[in-house]
């Protein structure tokens, strides 16, 4: 087949491209979408992938909010974010059409299937009238497919029902726009055969559909809309690469963090809440990696099992979003007082309360920070990537395990979900960092602290000789039984205090992720706007503008020299998910005439946000 | 930090004590609890290396700084939880949980309800003094109608909750109720719960002397016991009474217990196993006589075995790449 | 936002409709179920205005936006407390709370407990379709062994609760347990609580027909309902089957339940008052027939009429002047 | 008996005094205290109180961890703390000797009943060998009397058991104490017999060692320590006064501002927890101001039912501690979500997790303004007396109620329990701030804002016609249905900040405590500390120090001119009974260089921990 691609000496070229699929939950804009992307992957392209699923569970078909859709960036060079806005838009029907036009570029194309705008679909989606018959798309490139009589066509040799081969419409859509750019169909026929191993003629049907999807834009005599493009290869490391999701990086993460740790167990506990449940859903199938998973009766109980697993000497770890971790908060307390390693990953949702459980956000910041009852330091990072999840999870398990600390990870509804290539490690390559329990009875109290990192010794229950009491009341430094002494309790908070803050010693010092070490403006980010900041920093640079980009993955403590570095700007300009909370922790810390860029849309931003905030300043 | 010295030597009561001053006000029922658990431990001769006791918050809950084993004081209700997580790390150990009427019926209730629901296997100890202690007085969900304390001078108008009746409702499979005053009998049931596999649940009536004393004196008071208590046993007649003349039987063709002489025919015999008698019994209140002893014992495998069981299933992958290259990956040569 | 005219007329069905779309699941039981409350309201001609449906979070606990009454949709698991309070403050206030297995019985259960306990008078009615919806299908509560889905890949080994013997355990004195498509029984039923004053608890078993589509089947199906269903009525036999062939009678000397012919001489009456006989109804399952209906219904004073006549004792006080002059003060005349 | 004091012209004059009252649980200290704290007040001297109770319920008697001790500072001026250093002990046993003797000044008094040095006591207290017979209290005036059997010898005549005689010997140390300040007993009696109206002998046993102590003064052959003094009145305003603890300030503030704001009822929904249970015993007896309270299954339920009650149109008040309060997280944002007048008390005490609970502390500020997932504003005040409980209290109802938000009050420990005078406000001059429930249907809708505060209605259900559904999940700013759209949720979040902002323009500048408005140092404080800087301040003006006092009682938002009042300061200084908290956000809020005076031992600041501080700086 990949001769057909390349024999089309007249395709334009692109360096990257944002498609998205949108349909009817029903319409399989998800499969057709990874599909792609994985096609995508294989012919040697970047990508940045969000699905974006309706709110509702199950809506009823042809509705606005039962739109499902599926967004991918590809291309050779800048592809950072899913993108900002689309050049492409497949939409099924009415419905998502309505829906998703909005993002579409002005002389963007649309792709619809025409026979699904009928009076119905129309009137669901609230047209009154058809807006193919009228110039309401005046501003784009229609293309306008019978694509379920070509798909019915297509399959017909198979004799499906009519309804079976309505749903390989999606196949027929992917096989138009794998052709456009030229790419391969053969690992999506092999998916297709594997997954419908036991219906061989659905099988065949689908890449019936694929196929003829294709051939229509190889042979279709053309109209000058459906053209082929070629997007060039990405210029990545070499190496066996995948994709992966935020969830499954932090999934992985762990488990690659539980070994290098060489601790034997993992247990898991968590309660489904969204965004947060994917990482139970993924780490309940790793058993065999020495992973337990359990589901509590409430988030309480999840954070309590895990911290009694911490304190029998497992890794212990739960995940929430918002409220959840909200309901937490009390057992944090206990797990800081009692000083047992302890992992916990917020999924950041749009808030407060309830908010719009299915929108990122990143407000989380000052609750994971600042939350708590009492004097009560943690150690908070926050992965920038879905790749970076992978590591950010690693370092977690290190710190809680050599600082004897609760960890909290701020990840957020939009890392949960996106999907970029990744570099797959060898093992090998991992960082190790064994922990050792305390085995020894001589001079043992539970208290007792190691005096570079102040933590105090991990006992396991079992240990003979080494039977100890610990609880949430004060304990004396020395002893470490109760103790209500003045002094004593000033010397703990102090001790609990140094200890997080001498983490900044022992992590990497705060670098510039793009641009000079000084200059007029530092913009300053942390967690999943990473892309997005890095590309506008990158435009930004490109139109001549002094400024650079530096992203925080460390947010208590703050890398030693973070100081020194915004420093060394004369303005800092700080994007958030959220109504300006790193801004103020900024500025508490060092005084920092810091501004906020708040984005509390329930939206990732868009690089055009924030180059033109950028533009404003410099 | 005490060093426990072990030696070859049974262990004594005393040697399941710790180091610590015992700071529970003098006269309180607790003192008995944590003597007959101390007396249990050493006829089982526990390793203290093995034990764990965690509890909540409340004075029951400070028991376990008073046992030279392992020892967990966590926060306010929550001790079920906790005690869940160290089963899913060590099934291994062998995990009491410590509680009182505040800590494991008011904000620990749902805890309890699941960990029974589950059939953990710990040991739930929960004493019931019907107050809430260390707050100093005010009464709990399972105080009296008509408690008056700090926050209802006027007294309590809220129904109690009946420990072994919440429970059985839960679906717990060892559900047994003693006195701390009746070392033998509190000892023995301590030992019937720690042999059950799964989650056993004992409650305790203990007396605190400074805020709700005398509260149980009617079915505990000596005089009274013979004919305020039937002590109930597997496969032996219900009879009680100072002279064990009396005995309970269903009433013919009904669904509820009656007083009989022990010499009638149709005396109900005690099945342990039998949930529904479990219920008659937990719900006996006076002039009724209280129900003591092993009211429901019937086990079946513990929450933490079935999850091992199942894990058992799945062979132990040593292979992380192999993890990490599950599905569909490709390789990116030298850049062109 | 909707400004629902009164009229003078009759409230029918629809008049309880708010003018928001209803977004569950094409197919969803729930459907079934505003229907029947919108039906039950309807045949009661409750006042809008008067009535409040309070909820956790779920897809049952969406409930309170599709009803033209007031209406809130709190947090999970805690809408017993929020209702509780409403109450507490207007106990002239018509009080729902609409729950899930997860909502009510999960995170929410220790606030179930205690209003229960309390005897709150609220109706309470439990959507369970043994699986959390909202959240796109794991495991709930009362979920059966072996229930695969997201978070229990290899199939649940956790034991279920159930709803109505946990009402029971919890004190309740009100418990009833009916179905989604069976309009009339629903009807019935819902009505049944609204009377009851104090905590009425009525379970529902709902299809989710996305995530745990048919589960009730076995129960509810049209073909073995007659047989797999026994619907109790107070006073009345309890009689079942297709052709009301069969009956329960209490097994002689034992504590329970057992299937006779319909004509023989000791089948057993319902009494809705027993409690002991409606831990046994609650207790039915396969292959015995599952209980529907009001098990029991046993009504006493509710919390919070008792807090209002514990507080009508005390005559209101209008001057503050008086409380803050009360104890020892003093005169201090001009300075020397 | 007036007379009697009058007639000794040799008596010393002091401005003000410490005496700490100290023994075991059993030996009536309390009591002893505060009818001492009476006749103090009735002679017109100002006074400041704190009792110190055993953390353990009642521990064996004799043992140091069951002493228990009252503490009074009373004079003409300057009484603004209980006192940093006691000028009289009063120890009844060996145990309160030990434990209270590091805080008894150098040349200071201590006041001893021999009998009670016998071995098993001294033992109990851990003395090898008696202290009164060695010279280990040669830095003390050490006055030795066997006041058991002085006791024993007064109350003879009315026959009682040695058990009952023994009971009364805190009366005779009482009517020592009133003769050396030259105080009358009268109230004392009346008090005696009304105790004791069922028990007459008991009541004129009482009186006799009263008098009997009173006399022993008056008559016993002086050793030269034993001298009387006196205390001059305190210039006061003039009215009725009484003594008020932080606990009854709160309880009769509630109960003031539910009748200002015209709101029939109170629900008062708690869960016991030290130190804020008091709160609870207290209103439990006030039903007929409209109060009904409910003792919740957990502090969930207790916030829960509140908001409930708010919903329904009550003053809905929840109050814990610092665990507690952590718990209500979750539903303090549905609170905030749903916008409703919620009140929440939270008695700080020392962390964190159970920490120590009858400590005092004051760090739970941060959980107060930022413990919160999402971004999720809302009101925070802090009392600075025990008389400002009431204040705030009035001015938390009027907040919560003008602007529909929750509103967290922030009280401590030490204010629950210390104790001042307090001059009665009368009804008719309380501030008036009547609530209107929403009744009209024509244009409802339940978000729609008040242009002026941006608060939404409150409307009761029952209300006809005003039906309505509110939750949790972002509202449309137009209609108030739930709403996914991005720009409404960012307008959302926007008003929810911009109505909490904009109480500044509804509460009282920022003024200077004590000093000017400019110079080199200000010392900024809130909460508790009050007394502590306000004296401290006075003491280094005294000296010449240019230094003012300020103190913050709207900690969120802050007074709209805080930001100009710091900044005509050189220096700033944060004493905080905390590692550094309320310094944190005002260096986020001001980029002012703040400096932290953190303390952090459960105990209230001394006088002199501050002073010291000022002196270091100016
Ligand atoms: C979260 C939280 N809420 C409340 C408290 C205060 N508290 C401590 S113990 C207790 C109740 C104790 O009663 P119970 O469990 O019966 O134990 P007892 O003291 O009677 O033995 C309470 C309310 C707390 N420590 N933590
Ligand atoms: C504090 C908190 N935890 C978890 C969630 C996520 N959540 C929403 S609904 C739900 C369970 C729903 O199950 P159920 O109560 O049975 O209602 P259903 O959807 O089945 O009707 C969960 C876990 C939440 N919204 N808030
Ligand atoms: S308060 Fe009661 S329960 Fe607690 S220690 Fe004292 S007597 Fe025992
Ligand atoms: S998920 Fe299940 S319960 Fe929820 S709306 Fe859909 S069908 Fe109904
Ligand atoms: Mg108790
Ligand atoms: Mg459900």
Same mark, same amino acid.
């Given at each position: 087949?990949?001769?057909?691609?390349?024999?089309?000496?007249?395709?334009?070229?692109?360096?990257?491209?944002?498609?998205?699929?949108?349909?009817?939950?029903?319409?399989?804009?998800?499969?057709?979408?990874?599909?792609?992307?994985? %096609?995508?992957?294989?012919?040697?392209?970047?990508?940045?992938?969000?699905?974006?699923?309706?709110?509702?569970?199950?809506?009823?078909?042809?509705?606005?909010?039962?739109?499902?859709?599926?967004?991918?960036?590809?291309?050779?060079?800048?592809?950072?974010?899913?993108?900002?806005?689309?050049?492409?838009?497949?939409?099924?029907?009415?419905?998502?059409?309505?829906?998703?036009?909005?993002?579409?570029?002005?002389?963007?194309?649309?792709?619809?299937?025409?026979?699904?705008?009928?009076?119905?679909?129309?009137?669901?989606?609230?047209?009154?009238?058809?807006?193919?018959?009228?110039?309401?798309?005046?501003?784009?490139?229609?293309?306008?497919?019978?694509?379920?009589?070509?798909?019915?066509?297509?399959?017909?040799?198979?004799?499906?029902?009519?309804?079976?081969?309505?749903?390989?419409?999606?196949?027929?859509?992917?096989?138009?726009?794998?052709?456009?750019?030229?790419?391969?169909?053969?690992?999506?026929?092999?998916?297709?055969?594997?997954?419908?191993?036991?219906?061989?003629?659905?099988?065949?049907?689908?890449?019936?559909?694929?196929?003829?999807?294709?051939?229509?834009?190889?042979?279709?005599?053309?109209?000058?809309?459906?053209?082929?493009?070629?997007?060039?290869?990405? %210029?990545?490391?070499?190496?066996?690469?995948?994709?992966?999701?935020?969830? %499954?990086?932090?999934?992985?993460?762990?488990?690659?963090? /539980?070994?290098?740790?060489?601790?034997?167990?993992?247990?898991?506990?968590?309660?489904?809440?969204?965004?947060?449940?994917?990482?139970?859903?993924?780490?309940?199938? /790793?058993?065999?990696?020495?992973?337990?998973?359990?589901?509590?009766?409430?988030?309480?109980?999840?954070?309590?099992?895990?911290?009694?697993?911490?304190?029998?000497?497992?890794?212990?770890?739960?995940?929430?979003?918002?409220?959840?971790?909200?309901?937490?908060?009390?057992?944090?307390?206990?797990?800081?007082?009692?000083?047992?390693?302890?992992?916990?990953?917020?999924?950041?949702?749009?808030?407060?309360?309830?908010?719009?459980?299915?929108?990122?956000?990143?407000?989380?910041?000052?609750?994971?920070?600042?939350?708590?009852?009492?004097?009560?330091?943690?150690?908070?990072?926050?992965?920038?990537?879905?790749?970076?999840?992978?590591?950010?999870?690693?370092?977690?398990?290190?710190?809680?395990?050599?600082?004897?600390?609760?960890?909290?990870?701020?990840?957020?509804?939009?890392?949960?979900?996106?999907?970029?290539?990744?570099?797959?490690?060898?093992?090998?390559?991992?960082?190790?960092?064994?922990?050792?329990?305390?085995?020894?009875?001589?001079?043992?109290?539970?208290?007792?602290?190691?005096?570079?990192?102040?933590?105090?010794?991990?006992?396991?229950?079992?240990?003979?000789?080494?039977?100890?009491?610990?609880?949430?009341?004060?304990?004396?430094?020395?002893?470490?039984?109760?103790?209500?002494?003045?002094?004593?309790?000033?010397?703990?908070?102090?001790?609990?205090?140094?200890?997080?803050?001498?983490?900044?010693?022992?992590?990497?010092?705060?670098?510039?992720?793009?641009?000079?070490?000084?200059?007029?403006?530092?913009?300053?980010?942390?967690?999943?706007?990473?892309?997005?900041?890095?590309?506008?920093?990158?435009?930004?640079?490109?139109?001549?503008?002094?400024?650079?980009?530096?992203?925080?993955?460390?947010?208590?403590?703050?890398?030693?020299?973070?100081?020194?570095?915004?420093?060394?700007?004369?303005?800092?300009?700080?994007?958030?998910?959220?109504?300006?909370?790193?801004?103020?922790?900024?500025?508490?810390?060092?005084?920092?005439?810091?501004?906020?860029?708040?984005?509390?849309?329930?939206?990732?931003?868009?690089?055009?946000?924030?180059?033109?905030?950028?533009?404003?300043?410099? | 930090?005490?060093?426990?010295?072990?030696?070859?030597?049974?262990?004594?009561?005393?040697?399941? &004590?710790?180091?610590?001053?015992?700071?529970?006000?003098?006269?309180?029922?607790?003192?008995?609890?944590?003597?007959?658990?101390?007396?249990?431990?050493?006829?089982?001769?526990?390793?203290?290396?093995?034990?764990?006791?965690?509890?909540?918050?409340?004075?029951? &809950?400070?028991?376990?700084?008073?046992?030279?084993?392992?020892?967990?004081?966590?926060?306010?209700?929550?001790?079920?939880?906790?005690?869940?997580?160290?089963?899913?790390?060590?099934?291994?150990?062998?995990?009491?949980?410590?509680?009182?009427?505040?800590?494991?019926?008011?904000?620990?209730?749902?805890?309890?309800?699941?960990?029974?629901?589950?059939?953990?296997?710990?040991?739930?100890?929960?004493?019931?003094?019907?107050?809430?202690?260390?707050?100093?007085?005010?009464?709990?969900?399972?105080?009296?109608?008509?408690?008056?304390?700090?926050?209802?001078?006027?007294?309590?108008?809220?129904?109690?909750?009946?420990?072994?009746?919440?429970?059985?409702?839960?679906?717990?499979?060892?559900?047994?109720?003693?006195?701390?005053?009746?070392?033998?009998?509190?000892?023995?049931?301590?030992?019937? &719960?720690?042999?059950?596999?799964?989650?056993?649940?004992?409650?305790?009536?203990?007396?605190?002397?400074?805020?709700?004393?005398?509260?149980?004196?009617?079915?505990?008071?000596?005089?009274?016991?013979?004919?305020?208590?039937?002590?109930?046993?597997?496969?032996?007649?219900?009879?009680?009474?100072?002279?064990?003349?009396?005995?309970?039987?269903?009433?013919?063709?009904?669904?509820?217990?009656?007083?009989?002489?022990?010499?009638?025919?149709?005396?109900?015999?005690?099945?342990?196993?039998?949930?529904?008698?479990?219920?008659?019994?937990? &719900?006996?209140?006076?002039?009724?006589?209280?129900?003591?002893?092993?009211?429901?014992?019937?086990?079946?495998?513990?929450?933490?075995?079935?999850?091992?069981?199942?894990?058992?299933?799945?062979?132990?992958?040593?292979?992380?790449?192999?993890?990490?290259?599950?599905?569909?990956?490709?390789?990116?040569?030298?850049?062109?």
């Amino acid at each position: 087949m990949a001769t057909s691609t390349i024999s089309r000496p007249h395709r334009e070229t692109r360096d990257s491209v944002v498609i998205r699929f949108a349909g009817d939950s029903g319409d399989g804009m998800q499969v057709t979408g990874s599909q792609f992307t994985l %096609e995508t992957a294989l012919a040697g392209s970047d990508f940045s992938t969000f699905p974006d699923f309706p709110a509702e569970i199950r809506a009823p078909t042809g509705t606005t909010f039962g739109v499902s859709a599926f967004q991918i960036h590809f291309g050779g060079t800048d592809v950072m974010t899913p993108g900002d806005a689309v050049d492409v838009l497949v939409a099924m029907n009415p419905a998502a059409l309505t829906v998703e036009l909005n993002d579409l570029k002005v002389g963007g194309t649309v792709i619809v299937d025409t026979a699904a705008f009928n009076e119905r679909n129309l009137t669901k989606a609230g047209y009154a009238k058809n807006p193919l018959d009228d110039d309401s798309l005046a501003r784009y490139q229609v293309l306008k497919f019978d694509i379920t009589k070509l798909t019915a066509d297509s399959v017909k040799p198979h004799g499906l029902s009519s309804r079976e081969a309505h749903l390989c419409r999606n196949m027929w859509a992917l096989g138009l726009l794998l052709w456009m750019y030229g790419y391969e169909r053969a690992a999506t026929v092999d998916w297709l055969k594997r997954k419908f191993a036991k219906k061989p003629v659905i099988a065949d049907a689908n890449i019936a559909a694929l196929n003829a999807g294709h051939a229509f834009g190889e042979t279709a005599e053309m109209t000058e809309h459906l053209v082929g493009y070629t997007v060039p290869k990405a %210029e990545v490391r070499p190496g066996r690469y995948r994709t992966i999701s935020g969830t %499954e990086g932090l999934a992985w993460g762990l488990v690659a963090g /539980l070994r290098a740790a060489g601790i034997e167990k993992m247990v898991f506990a968590g309660y489904p809440i969204t965004p947060a449940s994917a990482l139970l859903h993924t780490l309940a199938s /790793l058993r065999a990696y020495g992973v337990v998973t359990f589901q509590a009766e409430d988030e309480i109980a999840a954070i309590g099992a895990a911290l009694g697993a911490a304190y029998a000497g497992s890794l212990g770890v739960t995940s929430s979003s918002g409220p959840g971790i909200a309901l937490k908060t009390e057992m944090l307390g206990l797990a800081i007082a009692t000083e047992l390693p302890l992992i916990v990953i917020d999924s950041q949702r749009a808030g407060p309360s309830t908010g719009m459980p299915t929108k990122a956000e990143q407000s989380d910041l000052f609750q994971a920070v600042l939350g708590r009852n009492a004097d009560a330091p943690l150690a908070v990072l926050a992965p920038t990537t879905t790749a970076d999840c992978f590591d950010i999870a690693i370092e977690a398990v290190r710190i809680a395990t050599k600082f004897m600390t609760p960890v909290i990870v701020l990840s957020d509804g939009y890392l949960a979900h996106a999907a970029e290539p990744w570099r797959i490690p060898s093992e090998a390559d991992l960082p190790r960092f064994p922990v050792s329990y305390r085995t020894d009875p001589e001079g043992f109290q539970p208290f007792l602290r190691d005096h570079a990192t102040l933590a105090r010794p991990w006992v396991k229950p079992g240990t003979p000789r080494l039977e100890h009491r610990i609880g949430g009341l004060e304990r004396d430094y020395d002893s470490g039984h109760i103790s209500y002494d003045p002094d004593n309790h000033a010397r703990m908070t102090k001790a609990r205090a140094d200890k997080i803050a001498g983490i900044a010693h022992d992590i990497p010092l705060q670098a510039v992720a793009l641009g000079e070490d000084h200059g007029k403006l530092a913009v300053v980010g942390w967690g999943s706007t990473f892309g997005a900041i890095q590309r506008a920093v990158q435009i930004a640079r490109d139109e001549g503008r002094d400024v650079a980009h530096i992203h925080v993955r460390y947010l208590s403590p703050f890398p030693r020299n973070l100081a020194d570095v915004l420093k060394r700007y004369d303005r800092v300009l700080v994007p958030e998910m959220n109504n300006g909370q790193l801004v103020k922790l900024i500025r508490a810390e060092y005084l920092i005439d810091a501004q906020s860029l708040p984005k509390v849309t329930g939206k990732p931003f868009r690089v055009t946000d924030i180059a033109q905030a950028i533009r404003k300043i410099v | 930090m005490t060093v426990t010295t072990i030696t070859d030597a049974q262990l004594a009561p005393k040697d399941y &004590a710790s180091d610590q001053e015992v700071r529970w006000c003098p006269g309180c029922g607790d003192y008995a609890i944590l003597k007959a658990v101390q007396k249990a431990c050493a006829e089982m001769q526990l390793q203290r290396e093995r034990t764990v006791f965690v509890s909540g918050i409340g004075c029951a &809950a400070r028991f376990p700084y008073y046992m030279s084993t392992y020892g967990f004081h966590t926060v306010h209700g929550r001790a079920p939880a906790i005690a869940t997580g160290i089963k899913l790390a060590n099934p291994e150990l062998d995990v009491w949980v410590m509680t009182g009427d505040g800590d494991g019926l008011s904000i620990g209730g749902n805890h309890m309800l699941h960990v029974l629901r589950r059939n953990v296997d710990l040991n739930i100890v929960l004493f019931n003094n019907e107050i809430y202690g260390l707050t100093k007085g005010q009464y709990s969900p399972t105080s009296r109608r008509g408690t008056r304390s700090p926050s209802t001078p006027f007294g309590s108008i809220e129904n109690p909750v009946s420990a072994c009746a919440f429970a059985l409702g839960a679906g717990a499979r060892f559900v047994a109720r003693s006195i701390d005053t009746q070392q033998a009998h509190l000892v023995g049931v301590l030992k019937r &719960a720690h042999a059950h596999r799964g989650a056993s649940f004992v409650e305790i009536l203990q007396n605190c002397v400074v805020f709700n004393d005398g509260v149980f004196d009617p079915i505990t008071g000596k005089e009274v016991a013979g004919e305020a208590q039937v002590l109930v046993e597997h496969g032996k007649p219900l009879v009680f009474g100072k002279t064990k003349d009396k005995a309970l039987r269903l009433k013919p063709g009904t669904l509820a217990l009656e007083v009989v002489a022990a010499t009638a025919a149709d005396v109900l015999v005690h099945d342990e196993t039998n949930r529904p008698l479990a219920q008659l019994l937990a &719900a006996l209140e006076p002039p009724l006589p209280t129900a003591m002893g092993v009211l429901y014992c019937n086990p079946m495998e513990s929450y933490e075995h079935d999850v091992y069981a199942q894990r058992g299933a799945v062979p132990a992958k040593t292979d992380l790449d192999a993890l990490l290259n599950s599905e569909r990956t490709w390789e990116v040569g030298g850049g062109e």
